[in-house]
Structure formats: C-alpha cells, structure tokens
C-alpha cells in the first residue's frame, strides 16, 4: 500500500542529543579558519569558489551537463564564464552551461536565507527556489517503462503530475557513481 502525501512535522527531539559532540570542535576549528581567512582578507573569495564548485556540482550529479575536472577547477578557480569552456569539453552548449551554473550559483542566496531563518520553509518557496535554479533548462530526459529515453518539456515552478521511474533513477545514479570513480581513477 502507497503512502499518501502529509506534511513534513517538526522534529521532535532536541537536535543536540543527535551528535557525538564533534560538531562543536569542528565549529571551533571553522571559527578560527575563518577569522584568520577574514584577517587575510581571502574570506570572500573562498566563499565564492565555494560557491561556484557548489554550483557546478549541482548540475554535474542531476545529469544536467557534463564536465571534466579540469574544466570544473578552471571555473572554480576564475568565475563562471562560457569562454572558459572548450568546446568539446561539455554534452551541452558552452553558453547554455555556463547560464544554468549561474542560476545554480544564484539560487545559493535564497538558500542561504532559509538556513539563516529569514526565510520560512514554504510551498511559494520551493516553488521559487525549483523555477530560480532551472530557469535556463527547457527540457527534461524521461525514461519510460521500456527503458527509452525522451525529452519532455519542464514546467518550472511546479510539482511534477508524473510518478517517478525508480528503475531509471537507479540506473542513472549508479552511472553518476561509475562515471565518477572512473574519473578519480585516471585523472588524480
């Protein structure tokens, strides 16, 4: 029997009784890193390549695009720009990559939001953050029950009307894990 659809409920017990306790050291550790970072005045731009590898990521493990790693350290290093895209280096357009690591990268603000409480976990907010970070992505590859795989249009802004195809979902994400370590293999 499928269970139907309620709302997420608050959490009922203490968050702090969930850890070990090393989260406070790794706090403290950050605290300092990041004091001495701002003393250096390297602050900002951590966080920007933070950012930006966060961004680039995103679009990589969702099937999005692909990227080499050297391609993906080269826009991490220096900005989100089609130019420092080769051509063969990606399935999709320079420029059409470029702009959808750009809404991602965008998008990082309003999350930031609802993490830092000035933001309210909302309908109209999942719904704002789903348009923001597809807003450059028109289309969507579905996988039917034969196994074939289609375009379909993407309605931003909007739940899905279609069950998910678990099968294909499996699929996929063990060829992000095999096309990954494969990666790491050969090219560290």
């Known amino acids: 029997m499928r269970a139907g659809w309620r709302p997420i409920a608050d959490f009922e017990a203490d968050p702090r009784t969930l850890t070990d306790g090393e989260l406070e050291s790794l706090s403290r550790v950050w605290a300092d890193q990041k004091a001495e970072l701002s003393e250096e005045g390297t602050l900002n731009e951590f966080d920007k390549r933070l950012r930006r590898e966060w961004s680039i990521e995103t679009g990589i493990i969702e099937g999005v695009y692909t990227l080499d790693r050297g391609v993906t350290r080269t826009l991490i290093e220096k900005g989100i ?108």
């Open 81 to 188: 720009d089609a130019a420092l895209i080769p051509h063969d280096a990606s399935n999709r357009d320079s420029v059409v990559v470029a702009r959808i690591i750009q809404d991602h990268y965008d998008a990082l603000d309003g999350l930031f939001d609802f993490v830092g409480g000035q933001r309210k976990l909302s309908t109209g907010y999942i719904k704002e953050l789903h348009a923001a970070l597809l807003r450059n992505q028109d289309v969507y590859a579905v996988v039917d029950q034969f196994g074939k795989v289609f375009e379909k249009p993407l309605e931003k802004g909007l739940y899905t009307t279609l069950p998910n195809n678990r099968r294909a979902w499996i699929v996929r994400c063990m060829s992000i894990v095999h096309r990954s370590m494969s990666r790491r293999r050969w090219t560290d």
